[in-house]
């Protein structure tokens, strides 16, 4: 079993991403992220090419590799060429595949995100529908969100999209064979068994914190992370 | 044998070379592509360490040139090299043509052009300036204000601008602008006693016995912080100030900070002199565009050609005392070569 060091060094984005940090800070400067939450891509940077194997592991436990927004405004600065925010992407898919995700608060979150744009890309062919923005769940929307959402069908129409119906145009229903290359795609990658897992492991966190007893009523743990 | 060189530049090390040479008893011809000699010392104010004026450094370089077997070229640009045997013919664009045993590359650097950093606003914001505008301003009696014609406040110089960065393919550190940035920031202070210095730094290279002193006054005296973080972009405020961001990396925090005036510590570069001379010649170069030395440590005024010598900051960052001595070198490696011939 390779350590996880090993498999970020293995990883060709990682290779891509880190070459040398003198420790500038400038991507920390620029980093919207690092502006409003306790995150410091320049920190990231420096724990990855220190290398221990313990500090990786609890950066993968931990919040901090869930704030980044990957706008990739690091890349744009960085002395060393550098790119922190690939290296949070790969960071965060062993932190999914190992399991420790769920040790953190967003981290546990990921169950949220896997569930609405994970499950809408492949049965509507959007990462975002508007079906899914149900206001009942998306009080942050407004009252004129709702109102959009209850009218929806002459809005979209007067906006000329073609919301849900065959043909070509914005938001146009996706056929079926189109449907189904994407989740080919999603099979093939590894994309479908990354979500296996991210339900596996969250189902496992759910039953030891007692809040489900089997992966088909995970609707106690969904609630908790929800408003934790 | 012949005893003629030519040499490409009137800088400090061409002039250096140029005199040490004649002094020996060589002819030595002397071409600039500009009207006056001096390099980029032609429009310096102050010098570190000691801050005296560059002008008599100027006074220095005029006096030397003043003798029968120099004679200068200004205004004048070389066009092609070619060899006969040991013989160099030189063109150059006003069609004289010299027949010489040894050129000399002295073409010296050209400052980084701040407006590739277009995160740092030079060239867009008014109140954003270059450290060599600064000393041409202090060089030709200005007075330093903001664009508004107010007094600065607070000033933030910002180290290794075209340095040290990737991002503008200038991987090197150019040696100079961390002292220069704390001998501008100590001219200010005392010029503008109530204002308040900041720099903002990756690494600051004292390398010069004097340096740290100048660095412990900068810090002590003249009102000057410096700040371990590289600034990442800069904006305009309303009133023409400037807004500033970075990582102060030694608390871990980010930070904004409002300036008056801005100075950007420009790095130095190979200009396209050297790259031409470089493409006529076919000499070899540093992967930093350099002109690369035969051996760094044993003929490091030998260019990869036989014949064809390098002095000064053509070959690699220089203050001017290191390009005056590499310059001497450069002296005795032609003697030696000519004498050997
Ligand atoms: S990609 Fe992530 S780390 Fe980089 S600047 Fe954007 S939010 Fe910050
Ligand atoms: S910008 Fe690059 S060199 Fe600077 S701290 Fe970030 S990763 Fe390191
Ligand atoms: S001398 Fe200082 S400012 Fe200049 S490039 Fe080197 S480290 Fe940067």
Redesign the pocket.
């Given at each position: 079993m390779p350590t996880i060091t090993e498999r970020l060094a293995q990883d060709v984005r990682f290779k891509e991403s880190i070459n040398s940090c003198i420790n500038c800070g400038v991507c920390t400067a620029i980093c919207a992220a690092a502006e409003f939450y306790d995150y410091s891509p320049r920190q990231i940077a420096g724990i990855v090419q220190e290398g221990n194997e313990e500090k990786i592991i609890a950066l993968l436990k931990s919040d901090t590799i869930w704030f980044c927004g990957q706008c990739m405004s690091c890349k744009t600065r960085c002395p060393r060429n550098n790119c922190v925010g690939i290296i949070i992407a790969v960071l965060r898919k062993i932190s999914q595949e190992e399991g420790y995700f769920v040790e953190s608060r967003m981290g546990r979150q990921q169950l949220l995100i896997k569930r609405n744009i994970g499950s809408t890309i492949l049965k509507y062919g959007y990462c975002i529908h508007p079906e899914i923005v149900n206001p009942e769940y998306h009080p942050e929307q407004g009252p004129t969100w709702e109102w959009v959402y209850k009218n929806k069908e002459k809005v979209y129409e007067r906006m000329n999209a073609n919301l849900d119906k065959p043909g070509s145009g914005t938001l146009r229903k996706i056929e079926q064979d189109t449907l189904q290359e994407l989740r080919d795609i999603f099979e093939v990658s590894g994309g479908v068994e990354l979500f296996d897992k991210i339900e596996k492991y969250s189902f496992e966190k759910a039953a030891e914190m007692g809040l489900a007893s089997n992966p088909d009523s995970m609707d106690n743990y969904v609630k908790y992370i929800s408003n934790e | 044998m012949n005893k003629s060189i030519v040499v490409i530049g009137a800088g400090v090390a061409g002039i250096e070379v140029a005199s040490i040479l004649a002094d020996m008893g060589y002819n030595v011809f002397i071409i600039e592509k500009n009207k006056n000699i001096g390099g980029n010392v032609a429009f310096w104010h102050h010098l570190f360490p000691n801050n005296r004026s560059a002008a008599e450094v100027r006074e220095y370089m005029n006096q030397k040139i003043k003798v029968p077997n120099i004679t200068l070229f200004p205004n004048t640009e070389v066009t092609d090299i070619s060899q006969k045997k040991n013989v160099y013919v030189v063109r150059t664009n006003k069609d004289a043509t010299f027949e010489v045993g040894a050129v000399l590359i002295a073409t010296g650097f050209t400052p980084f052009d701040a407006r590739r950093k277009e995160e740092y606003g030079y060239g867009i914001y008014d109140n954003v300036i270059t450290s060599v505008d600064l000393e041409k301003k202090l060089e030709r009696g200005e007075n330093i204000t903001t664009t508004q014609g107010m007094a600065p406040k607070r000033i933030a110089f910002v180290?290794?601008v075209g340095?040290?960065d990737a991002k503008v393919g200038h991987t090197y550190?150019?040696?100079?602008?961390?002292?220069t940035?704390v001998k501008q920031a100590i001219e200010m202070s005392k010029m503008f006693p109530d204002a308040e210095m900041y720099c903002f730094?990756?690494?600051?290279?004292m390398h010069g016995l004097e340096y740290e002193r100048f660095y412990k006054d900068a810090q002590e005296n003249y009102n000057t912080q410096f700040i371990r973080g590289r600034v990442s972009e800069v904006s305009e405020n309303k009133d023409k100030s400037i807004q500033l961001k970075a990582e102060d990396t030694l608390s871990g925090l980010p930070l904004k900070m409002k300036v008056d005036l801005l100075v950007l510590?420009v790095?130095m570069e190979q200009g396209k002199d050297s790259d031409k001379l470089c493409d006529i010649l076919h000499l070899h170069k540093t992967p930093e565009n350099f002109i690369q030395p035969q051996d760094p440590h044993l003929q490091g005024n030998v260019s990869s050609r036989q014949g064809v010598f390098i002095a000064g900051t053509c070959i690699q960052p220089m203050t001017i005392n290191e390009t005056m001595q590499n310059a001497r070198s450069a002296a005795l490696e032609i003697n030696h070569y000519l004498l050997h011939l």
């Open positions: - | 180290h290794c340095s040290r550190c150019s040696k100079v602008c961390c002292i940035g730094y990756m690494d600051l290279r510590l790095g």
